[in-house]
């Protein structure tokens, strides 16, 4: 399984970022996938997931109205499209794979296999 997170970079408070995961090692179209976030010292965050045929999608109350999650089952890529992005939105986002035979509605039953891509929101 290979996960490699890529689009970040710094974006001005305010703007936007679209994240990109590429998947391979595995049936992509078989798994639900979600992104989450980690800030240094801080507890990782759950943003969005999204069924493994598109769906449906759930969001996390940071970034419910603010974050869409979409995925292309035959470039075996899910994105992560934000606006208004605060400052305290800094951190590494990663995007993660469903648990064989997991609830895709759970967190907590999701597996990181990629580096995660920086974002920094500043000026």
């Known amino acids: 399984v290979q996960l490699v997170e890529s689009g970040g970079g710094l974006v001005q408070p305010g703007g936007s970022l679209r994240l990109s995961c590429a998947a391979s090692?595995?049936?992509?179209?078989?798994?639900?996938m979600l992104w989450a976030r980690q800030a240094p010292g801080k507890a990782r965050e759950w943003i969005a997931g999204?069924?493994?045929?598109?769906?449906?999608?759930w969001y996390g109350d940071s970034g419910r109205g603010r974050v869409t999650i979409s995925r292309d089952n035959d470039k075996s890529t899910v994105h992560l499209q934000m606006t208004k992005m605060a400052p305290e939105e800094t951190a590494v986002y990663y995007c993660?794979?469903?648990?064989?035979?997991?609830?895709?509605?759970?967190?907590?039953?999701?597996?990181?296999w990629g580096q995660g891509t920086q974002v920094t929101v500043g000026s």
């Open positions: 999204i069924k493994k045929d598109g769906s449906d999608v």
């Open positions: 090692g595995f049936s992509f179209s078989d798994y639900a």
């Open positions: 993660a794979k469903a648990k064989d035979g997991s609830n895709w509605l759970n967190p907590y039953e999701y597996e990181f």
